[in-house]
């Protein structure tokens, strides 16, 4: 994505509104874009301020690049530590849950754009949060990163909507090329230098 347009999700996080508010904004002409290629929405930032003004919204910040939000959910220290140690360098801004539950509340108040979300938790399992995030519009399009000791669980957590599967223990190299991949697709600027695996 080019410097100086946003997406669908960059935009309606600043406005604080869902993606489907932003959309029907677009939709009645309130809001220019244009699709990409690919079929996804894209907002020229002149355009956006421009609408922020109109709206009298405060403008959006020009600056470094922001960084992706990830939310780490792993009920073992261990593995949220390695993880954290493993990413502290990168561009990400990161936020903790123990469970499924947790980690839903924590999707609605830190909006990340990635979840590593560990298959077997207590109380709301993997499995279970992976089909609440996919049932409601405005979390439908957070990438999921699946981690499971157990293969076997791959292909289940898979069909409940995860975007890709990693098997404990973990593959530094492998857990960064899948976070760089579906980092990637969020539309957020990222760069996860130096592990290339």
């Known amino acids: 994505m080019r410097r100086g347009q946003l997406t669908t999700r960059q935009?309606?996080?600043h406005?604080?509104?869902s993606?489907?508010?932003l959309r029907r904004w677009i939709r009645a002409g309130a809001?220019?874009?244009y699709l990409t290629p690919g079929g996804h929405r894209r907002i020229d930032l002149a355009e956006f301020q421009r609408f922020l003004r109109a709206q009298g919204r405060p403008d959006y910040p020009v600056g470094p690049a922001p960084r992706t939000r990830?939310?780490?959910v792993?009920?073992?220290p261990l593995v949220v530590g390695m993880l954290v140690d493993l990413l502290s360098d990168e561009p990400f801004t990161i936020e903790i849950a123990t469970d499924g539950y947790e980690a839903l509340v924590k999707v609605g108040t830190f909006r990340p754009s990635v979840i590593i979300l560990d298959v077997v938790m207590p109380g709301l399992d993997g499995v279970e949060a992976c089909r609440c995030l996919r049932r409601i519009p405005?979390?439908?399009?957070?990438r999921i990163l699946g981690v499971t000791g157990h293969p076997a669980m791959i292909p289940v957590l898979l069909s409940?909507?995860?975007d890709a599967c990693v098997t404990k223990p973990l593959d530094p190299d492998a857990v960064c090329q899948e976070l760089r991949r579906l980092a990637s697709a969020t539309g957020v600027p990222h760069s996860l230098t130096g592990r290339e695996g």
């Open 15 to 17: 406005c604080r509104v």
């Open 11 to 13: 935009a309606s996080a």
């Open 70 to 72: 990830l939310l780490i």
């Open 74 to 76: 792993d009920d073992e």
């Open 31 to 33: 809001l220019g874009a």
């Open 138 to 142: 405005e979390t439908s399009d957070i």
């Open 160 to 162: 409940a909507g995860a």
């Open 19 to 21: 993606i489907p508010t």
